[in-house]
């Protein structure tokens, strides 16, 4: 309790954030006070910096906006199942994404199979074999 006492606002009591960057913190804030009311223009980079505090920190809604938004931006299929995963984002988003791995002429790469999960590699494996 800090009846009775004088807070300490010196720079010696602040509270620091040492699990994400400056920049990403500021991207973050910006939702908050974005001077265009509910409009959020912004690049892949920029929803990814706010999607990772978000679910970091279980900001629910701003989760929400950021996959809102993120769904408005063409992103690499492997990469964005890799990044949904990674942010326990509804899987039903990544359909289409699963879709246009199965039907590459090509097989994943090696980098690919690194981006994504075993047990997604095998799946996507098995549905090219079946097609």
């Not at 009591?13 to 009311?37: C, G, H, M, Q, S």
């Amino acid at each position: 309790s800090t009846e009775g006492k004088e807070r300490d606002l010196s720079d010696n009591n602040a509270y620091t954030l040492d699990d994400i960057k400056r920049e990403d913190f500021a991207r973050f804030l910006w939702v908050f006070y974005n001077p265009k009311y509910s409009l959020y223009e912004a690049p892949f980079e920029t929803w990814l910096s706010v999607l990772q505090p978000a679910a970091r920190w279980s900001f629910c809604n701003v989760k929400e906006l950021t996959v809102h938004e993120l769904e408005k931006i063409q992103i690499e299929p492997v990469d964005k199942i890799a990044i949904y995963h990674e942010y326990s984002i509804d899987k039903l988003f990544l359909v289409p994404a699963y879709i246009a791995v199965c039907k590459k002429d090509k097989p994943l790469t090696f980098t690919e199979d690194m981006q994504l999960m075993m047990d997604t590699v095998l799946h996507v494996v098995v549905a090219e074999v079946r097609t």
